[in-house]
Every structure is written in C-alpha cells, then in structure tokens.
C-alpha cells in the first residue's frame, strides 16, 4: 500500500470495555512496531514484530495490552478491561528490517470515559 | 527517568534564519539517533539520522550534528521554511528498533 494504514482513527471506550486496533503496514516491511503517545508526550515503544514473530513486548504496561500479527502483515493491538490511563494515541510504524527509517500511520486516538 | 530529553517545548524563528533544535541523552549505549518531524493528525515522518560513529551527517537543508562526550545531537534546518512548522522529536536507540523518543519541540516559522 502507500503507506501505514490505522483503523480506527478514532475510538471511544466506556472503562472496563475491550478495544482492538488494527494496523496495515507497508507491503513487504517485515518489522512492524507499536508505539504509545500520550498528550504533550513522546511515542513510547509498546512491542516490535518481525514478521509474524513478536520479538519484544517490554513496553507493554500491562497484561491488558496484547498484541499479535499472525499472518506477518496486518497486526492488531487489544485492550482489555479498558482504564481511563489508557487514553492515549496509538502509532503504529513499518519498516524494511533492521532500517531505523520507520514509517508511522496516522494513529487511533483511543479515549476511555 | 527520561533517557532522552529535548528540554525546549517550542521555538519560533524567522522565515530564512537558522532554526536549531537541540536534545540530550544519557544511554552512553545508544548508537542511533533520528529526527522525526510531525504534524497536527498525522504520524511522525521521518527527516534524518545519523549513527555514532560520525558526528554529522546532512541532507539537503537538514544538518544533523552528534556530540557523543557531551551525549548532545542538535538539528539544523537552514535555511527555516513556514512549511517546517511541526514538531520536531529526536529519537535514540541500542540496537536497530527500540527506539526511545523525547518529548518533542513545537517549531513555528514565522513568515
């Protein structure tokens, strides 16, 4: 595709209800990244994949946050039990392996009420 | 503890001038350093890099300078465009894709 598709852009959760994200990354990156930001904040590393392998999930801040991409194309990141500290936007970023240069989505902006 | 830090939350400058935007690590590990630059509902694109074993590296009207003793990498954009009005966020990582961001400076060229 032309570049990191997010979906959806925006998401709106009451506390305590599951969200899924979903990410489609440029065809052929074969490393594939979460990020969260948070307002006034910098992306903080969530997870990286290679392929469909999940090689680091250590930014994951709690055993409510999973990621998976299955196929080693399109990913999705799941919350459960959604908490208002949630709240944040949610980048997801591509790239040729072992290239820094990252290419970002858009985001979903994930608001827990 | 923030491992990398851009202690400037904005600056402006005037159209033509030298903008110059400045972060600080502390991980003597580090061995890459990125600029993203970003816009209002848009992710982080990618400007320019540079590893540690130079000290500079340019593209173009972006000058991205490493200083590992004082662990201090600074961005040159000469000269500044209305159009590079974003925010700008460096980035360092040990390896090749934990990659750790600041906070970000808010850029505004002024025309």
């Known amino acids: 595709g032309a570049g990191v598709s997010q979906s959806p852009r925006y998401k709106v959760a009451k506390r305590g209800q599951d969200v899924a994200l979903r990410c489609d990354p440029i065809?052929?990156?074969?490393?594939l990244f979460w990020y969260q930001q948070a307002l006034g904040q910098g992306p903080e590393f969530l997870t990286y994949?290679?392929?469909?392998?999940?090689?680091?999930k250590s930014g994951l801040p709690s055993d409510r946050f999973f990621a998976e991409r299955p196929e080693g194309s399109v990913s999705t990141l799941k919350i459960q039990r959604t908490q208002q500290e949630d709240s944040a936007v949610y980048l997801c970023?591509?790239?040729?392996?072992?290239?820094?240069?990252?290419?970002f989505g858009s985001g979903t902006q994930l608001s827990v009420l | 503890d923030q491992q990398v830090k851009q202690n400037s939350p904005s600056l402006s400058v005037q159209e033509g001038r030298i903008s110059i935007l400045n972060c600080d690590y502390t991980?003597?590990?580090?061995?890459?350093f990125l600029w993203y630059k970003k816009y209002p509902a848009e992710g982080p694109t990618f400007l320019i890099s540079?590893?540690?074993?130079?000290d500079k590296n340019e593209d173009g009207r972006f000058t991205v300078f490493l200083n590992k003793s004082a662990k201090h990498l600074s961005l040159h954009i000469v000269p500044s465009q209305p159009g590079d009005s974003a925010v700008y966020f460096c980035?360092?990582?040990?390896?090749?894709?934990?990659?750790?961001f600041g906070t970000g400076t808010r850029l505004k060229v002024l025309a």
């Open positions: 970023a591509s790239s040729q392996i072992y290239s820094e240069k990252l290419f």
């Open positions: 065809s052929g990156h074969v490393s």
């Open positions: 994949f290679q392929n469909e392998a999940q090689l680091d």
């Open positions: 991980n003597s590990m580090f061995d890459y």
């Open positions: 540079i590893s540690s074993i130079k």
């Open positions: 980035a360092a990582s040990e390896g090749t894709y934990k990659y750790i």
